[in-house]
């Protein structure tokens, strides 16, 4: 056996020799930034050894400098004794940058709305109080028949049950306190079910936890179901990242290795840590939760339930399940109320899920006259086009790049990474880093301004290739041409954008608009007829639309039509959670919704590789674009 001891840290893990750094650290509670998931194919799980003996695979991912310093990748090395390894700060997740919410004054009037009729104002879980009439002599109706006379005096409910626990205590509570109790009640489909039972009047302490399951990040809202406002949020990265930086890699990492029900407990962890936080900051009894709320992707929400995701990678690209029922929360692992009750969005395709149904919610796309188009760009593209009438949506696996996968500097945006970037007509650059630091990285929405940039400066042409003879920025790399954005110095390297690179988010652009054109296409919605274009998530609500319409990734229509619409999923969720009428919706959404599976769409690739010019083969789709200088 070895000890790997990690620093800064000081945590350490005790292994077989032989076992691999990365293994080490999962063992360790460490997290590697490690996109392929070990495959060693990305470079990006580098650290240094401090002493100790080890192998390490070659790679032509470490330059020679890299080596002397004994920096290796985690995922290709191997430990032959006790060991030191210092953790660089690259891999540090940060999460000041998790988009936790639409915004607060959104919701407000999300909860307007549900109060004013838009949506019925009928929680899924309530508490109310009932005070009956004792037993007489005159009147021996049995305490259950009792209840439920008084339950149906306030509530309509007539299908009703009573779960077995709550009818051996009902006559001992009802007799204890003078027959006036709280009761909670679940909605479980049209059947109404007695969840808990309290002697006396706690009706104003209902409590839920709406969570945005994400592939990255997983984010939780506390909600006060009496009162319809959010009191507390909270988020938190997800810890399957040390498994694969996506889903379809984690599936693989759980079926090679039996380990599912470990993909389980992590994301179950993750939602119990942060209701706790926020239980703990709001001094809130835990068994006054009696709600948990969750919308995600397809993959995700297999993982949380232990369904089995193996057929949601391979034909013919099925879920196990898309319309969920109620279960104990507790079934799953999650700790609130030992009664209370899971609701998980429904969902309309193995990459199609419920947080995209959320999102059509949220933004009443399905209410709407006009056309509109909703795209949720992250570590996949979903597109949804609709209006009151029909709705149709896709799925392309298209953000990768945008949130740094494959991109040399690329990094997810936490402190130093460059947000923004502009190149100025002397050829210098102007840039802003999240935190205001020194940069150390790119994250999407700087990406995606470099690549405008370099376009409309005539730096790359139409193709994405360098022009050789633009600037002296330009240089050859050890992975050919690279332009260089920030130069080095005593303390950082320096970063540049390589052709590589450039192909990479050129690839990734071009995923999503050949979506968005394949839904258009086929029902022949042209860019003017678009009403309003609505972004989401976190890398859509930081990016430059000016910019994103300049490489071909959104359609050129007038910018005050695109919008921003933040976290959409934990909203959609939060709404559900108010109105059982706004759940109807979303199985609405759900059921109506017309799914285009991209990968036999026998017209994808040939959009995808039309698409995969700046901004586009067909200038005429882009006339505001035409008089880009390239």
């Not at 000890?3 to 080490?24: D, N």
């Not at 949020?233 to 290795?257: K, L, P, V």
């Not at 507790?330 to 999102?359: H, T, W």
Request: with cysteine; proline share 4%.
């Amino acid at each position: 056996m070895c000890t790997v001891r990690f620093e800064p840290s000081g945590l350490k893990a005790e292994v077989q020799s032989g076992t691999s750094l990365l293994e080490a650290a999962h063992k360790a509670g460490i997290y590697l930034n490690s996109i392929c998931g070990g495959d060693g194919y990305c470079g990006k799980c580098k650290v240094i050894i401090d002493d100790g003996q080890f192998q390490s695979r070659p790679t032509a991912l470490l330059t020679p400098d890299e080596i002397r310093q004994n920096v290796v990748l985690a995922c290709q090395t191997t430990v032959l004794s006790n060991v030191t390894v210092t953790v660089p700060k690259s891999h540090i997740l940060e999460t000041s940058q998790i988009l936790m919410d639409s915004n607060t004054h959104r919701f407000s009037e999300l909860a307007g709305e549900v109060r004013a009729g838009v949506f019925e104002f009928d929680p899924l879980v309530q508490k109310i109080f009932v005070e009956m009439s004792p037993p007489t002599v005159q009147d021996h109706t049995a305490d259950h028949e009792r209840l439920y006379l008084a339950i149906r005096e306030q509530i309509d409910a007539p299908i009703m049950q009573t779960g077995f626990r709550i009818l051996q205590k009902l006559p001992r509570v009802l007799t204890g306190c003078g027959y006036k109790v709280t009761v909670t009640i679940g909605r479980r489909e049209q059947t109404t079910e007695v969840i808990e039972l309290e002697a006396g009047n706690h009706s104003n302490r209902n409590f839920a936890v709406a969570v945005d399951l994400g592939t990255t990040t997983v984010v939780a809202h506390l909600v006060d179901l009496t009162k319809a406002v959010t009191i507390d949020t909270e988020a938190t990265y997800n810890s399957q990242i040390n498994f694969g930086e996506d889903y379809i890699r984690r599936i693989i990492y759980a079926e090679e290795n039996d380990a599912f029900d470990e993909m389980q407990n992590r994301i179950v962890h993750d939602v119990n840590d942060l209701i706790v936080t926020l239980v703990s900051r709001q001094k809130v009894d835990l068994q006054d939760i009696t709600t948990v709320i969750c919308a995600g992707n397809t993959a995700m929400m297999h993982f949380l339930l232990n369904l089995d995701p193996t057929r949601i990678r391979r034909e013919p690209y099925v879920a196990s399940a898309g319309f969920v029922p109620p279960i104990r929360a507790v079934e799953a692992g999650i700790k609130i109320n030992k009664r209370g009750l899971l609701y998980c969005l429904p969902s309309v395709a193995a990459y199609i899920g419920s947080d995209i149904v959320a999102g059509v919610l949220t933004t009443r796309i399905f209410t709407k006259k006009g056309i509109s188009l909703f795209a949720d760009i992250g570590t996949n593209g979903e597109v949804v086009l609709g209006n009151q009438d029909w709705l149709v949506c896709a799925s392309s696996s298209a953000g990768p790049a945008f949130e740094g996968s494959g991109v040399k500097h690329g990094m997810r945006a936490g402190p130093g990474a460059i947000e923004r970037l502009s190149i100025l007509d002397n050829g210098s650059i102007e840039f802003k880093t999240i935190a205001e630091t020194h940069p150390v990285g790119i994250c999407g929405s700087g990406l995606l301004d470099t690549l405008a940039e370099l376009f409309t400066k005539g730096i790359i042409d139409r193709t994405g290739r360098f022009i050789t003879d633009s600037n002296a920025r330009l240089t050859e790399g050890d992975e050919g041409l690279q332009y260089q954005l920030v130069p080095a110095t005593n303390e950082h390297n320096e970063i540049v954008i390589t052709q590589a690179d450039i192909d990479n988010l050129v690839r990734s652009k071009a995923g999503v608009f050949a979506a968005i054109r394949i839904l258009m296409e086929s029902t022949q919605t042209k860019p003017q007829d678009l009403d309003a274009i609505y972004l989401a998530g976190g890398f859509g609500n930081f990016l430059n639309v000016r910019q994103a319409v300049i490489i071909g990734m959104l359609p050129d229509i007038p910018l005050e039509k695109i919008h921003f619409v933040g976290n959409t999923s934990i909203a959609g969720a939060k709404t559900v959670l108010l109105s059982r009428k706004a759940l109807k919706a979303a199985e609405k959404i759900a059921n109506s919704m017309t799914y285009f599976d991209l990968m036999s769409h026998l017209g994808y690739m040939e959009e995808f590789i039309r698409a995969k010019f700046l901004p586009h083969t067909d200038l005429s789709l882009f006339p505001s674009v035409r008089s880009v200088k390239c």
